[in-house]
């Protein structure tokens, strides 16, 4: 044996055979004729003996040499064969090796398809045949296309696409839908709100939109902008406690009568005050949901907690809604098949020509339009809804049964454990707050002489 040292390897010459030079304890080097000199560890490890390759000299040194050499030891002191741990350290390398190259390929084909379908060229150009989108900024062009120009004002799209355009492709544009969480969506309207609030809540509701309707395509999973009000209250809306007094109810109802408006759209509006159901619900009423005196709201268009529920219908709503087959309030325009909440809203707020409004232009007297609002403070068609729920505590029904009306979800702890839905006491509410608004309308005879007057 002797101690080897980079002067003793470097000297050593090859022979016409293969010869090894033993140091001690199996650290050994190999050298064949070819003049390649190898470090080796020779071992016995189940009464087997066994070669195990460190490294080419003088590639690998003398002393890179010792340490694979003492790493190598210990393992087969522990009963490890080197060789099989190299050759597993080796897959493990090949392995990462090919799932980078994957990703990187993944990448790559991602970026191209993001090029290649924009939020730009897919709003601009037609959206491919079953297309389906991976990324936020392509369900943006999607729900834009295939919901929002179905829903929304030309007005309200502006605001849509100043919001995606601002806020959404720009922070999480580039995210796959299914990896979007919670936390992304707070930063991200937490960032907006710090200078615009009003900005960050409206982008809020989009996204919200947005994924409630990835979700129904079943390409998301979660909902991530849920509860995002709680922790960003500066984007909390003020309370509107908007609600028409007596004297307002018996003009809007009159004034809907005269309104330009469509029939549709009329029984509509009168329909919200009567039931005191959501406008979108309202709009949507189909005779298949329809069975005796009783109206069931499917879950998935069931408002906010998209929870099933039963509305009785009393003789007025009755005769609001008419024997028709099909969507009750129908409309040609759109895939929806009937009137749009939005279509409700703009017949109210738009103002509309009159009779027995005139103006002179010139030589000639001509319909001028009567102020938005039906000349009144201005109100929504939901003001509808909450007039209909402050009146039933009017006459006497509790508040326990009037949320059951509007279909909110108990707080809490009874929430929770109380499952009963209050069929008989909702019935008992509505005819009670049916008969004060007709008592209501009576101060104006032309209101109860046609209930249902729509020309």
């Not at 090859?14 to 390649?36: D, H, I, N, S």
């Not at 939020?119 to 729900?143: K, M, Y």
């Not at 982008?203 to 309707?213: A, G, L, P, W």
């Not at 759209?265 to 005050?273: E, H, M, N, S, T």
Request: glycine share 4%; with cysteine; charged share 30%.
């Amino acid at each position: 044996m002797k101690q080897f040292t980079e002067r003793f390897l470097a000297s050593i010459k090859p022979q016409e055979k293969k010869f090894v030079l033993r140091e001690g304890r199996g650290f050994a080097l190999q050298v064949l004729p070819t003049g390649t000199k190898t470090f080796l560890y020779i071992f016995e490890l189940n009464k087997q003996k066994g070669y195990y390759q460190l490294g080419n000299y003088p590639a690998m040194s003398l002393a890179d040499a010792r340490v694979a050499y003492n790493d190598a030891y210990n393992l087969v002191k522990k009963g490890i064969d080197p060789r099989e741990e190299k050759k597993a350290a080796a897959e493990e390398k090949a392995k990462i090796a090919m799932e980078a190259a994957l990703e990187a390929e993944a990448a790559t084909r991602a970026a191209d398809h993001l090029e290649n379908y924009s939020f730009e060229t897919l709003t601009q150009e037609e959206i491919p045949e079953d297309f389906v989108p991976t990324t936020v900024e392509q369900l943006a062009a999607v729900w834009f296309i295939d919901y929002s120009k179905e829903n929304h004002s030309k007005r309200w799209q502006e605001t849509i696409l100043s919001a995606i355009r601002t806020h959404i492709i720009p922070n999480i544009g580039k995210m796959e839908i299914s990896s979007v969480r919670h936390k992304h969506a707070l930063t991200l309207i937490q960032q907006i709100a710090v200078n615009v609030p009003g900005s960050a809540r409206n982008t809020m509701k989009f996204c919200r939109q947005m994924f409630k309707y990835a979700c129904r395509q079943e390409w998301a999973e979660i909902q991530p902008f849920h509860e995002i009000t709680e922790s960003v209250p500066k984007i909390a809306p003020k309370a509107d406690e908007r609600h028409l007094d007596d004297d307002e109810i018996v003009k809007a109802w009159y004034e809907i009568n005269k309104s330009s408006s469509s029939r549709e759209v009329k029984r509509a509006l009168k329909l919200i005050l009567v039931t005191a159901q959501r406008p979108g619900e309202v709009a949507q009423i189909h005779r298949d949901q329809i069975k005796d005196k009783w109206w069931t709201i499917p879950a998935e268009v069931a408002g906010k907690n998209e929870r099933e529920h039963r509305v009785y219908l009393t003789d007025t709503a009755l005769k609001l809604i008419g024997d028709g087959k099909g969507h009750i309030f129908p409309s040609e325009r759109g895939k929806r098949g009937h009137i749009s909440e939005n279509a409700l809203s703009q017949a109210i707020n738009r103002g509309y020509l009159s009779d027995d409004v005139v103006k002179v232009v010139g030589n000639r007297k001509i319909k001028a339009r009567k102020e938005p609002y039906f000349g009144m403070k201005p109100w929504s068609p939901h003001d509808l809804r909450r007039t209909a729920r402050t009146n039933m505590a009017r006459v006497g029904v509790s508040d326990e049964v009037g949320e059951e009306v509007m279909n909110h979800i108990k707080p809490g702890v009874v929430g929770v454990y109380n499952k009963y839905r209050y069929d008989e006491e909702k019935k008992i509410a509505l005819q009670k707050w049916e008969a004060l608004l007709l008592e209501i309308l009576k101060t104006k005879p032309e209101n109860t002489n046609d209930l249902v007057k729509a020309d």
